[in-house]
């Protein structure tokens, strides 16, 4: 993968980075959620991960260094942690085996979870909740699967921790890490498969610094506006690029 790339699309890059960055400083994740779906809709999926790898990986590991409290995130929910590994590996071989388009189409389909997950979250989860194990690898593993596919493990995780009650710190903790895990897992997949170049990771370098330079922005904004009006702006950025990923992804099955 060449990344030859015009000026105006490496400018437009450097700005998605730097704004997903910011949305990982002010809400404490969101970081590929953000970065995942602006860059798909430059490029493709494929590139879109490669030029997330190492900026997302050095975002989760500030924010799990951050966050603190181990015995209660990673001592209680590491199995979710272990889970998201499994799952970011089967993601990641469909990501290289995949057809962009239909991949464009998944990772519009996460996002609309994302925007409906407090609705998805009322639903009756009773059953399966009441199978701890159960509950952590089904949601562990579709965490990994959307995570190393479309590079949106959230959704899952968010629902899962909703419906157990977690305190916040505790979750943005071991979402985090979990994030973290998989993007390495996610990283030596495509690299042991021959997708990741010299240049897609020199590329990454200089994006990571945007991403922290981001990161740093959007963790003193957080001192003038409340996370919710950031969650307002976040929903209705994602719907529009959910929309425009459909129609991208659409066109593949009706040309």
């Known amino acids: 993968m060449g990344l030859e790339f015009s000026t105006v699309l490496w400018a437009a890059i450097t700005l998605t980075i730097f704004v997903a960055g910011m949305t990982q400083g ?9 970065s995942t779906p602006l860059l798909a809709l430059m490029t493709d999926i494929k590139t879109a991960v490669l ?3 190492l900026p997302n990986m050095m975002v989760n590991i500030i924010s799990v260094v951050q966050g603190g409290n181990w015995r209660a995130s990673l001592g209680v929910h590491w199995p979710v942690a272990v889970y998201v590994l499994i799952g970011s590996f089967i993601g990641a071989c469909v990501l290289i085996v995949a057809p962009q388009e239909p991949l464009r189409l998944l990772l519009a389909a996460i996002i609309l979870i994302y925007l409906h997950q407090n609705q998805i979250a009322l639903l009756d989860w009773n059953a399966l909740m009441r199978r701890p194990r159960t509950a952590q690898a089904t949601f562990g593993l579709a965490g990994g699967f959307f995570s190393g596919s479309v590079n949106n493990a959230l959704p899952p995780l968010l629902i899962y921790f909703m419906l157990l009650g977690a305190e916040t710190t ?9 994030f973290l895990g998989g993007k390495i897992v996610q990283a030596g997949t495509l690299a042991s498969a021959g997708e990741l170049s010299l240049n897609a990771a020199a590329a990454n370098v200089p994006l990571m610094l945007v991403a922290l330079a981001g990161m740093a922005v959007g963790q003193r904004l957080q001192r003038y506006f409340s996370i919710e009006t950031y969650q307002k702006l976040l929903r209705k950025i994602l719907f529009v690029v959910a929309a425009l990923l459909i129609w991208q992804g659409g066109r593949y099955f009706f040309r």
């Open 51 to 53: 030029l997330n790898l």
């Open 26 to 34: 002010a809400m404490g994740f969101g970081f590929p959620a953000i």
């Open 170 to 178: 505790i979750m943005t903790q071991i979402m985090n890490l979990s």
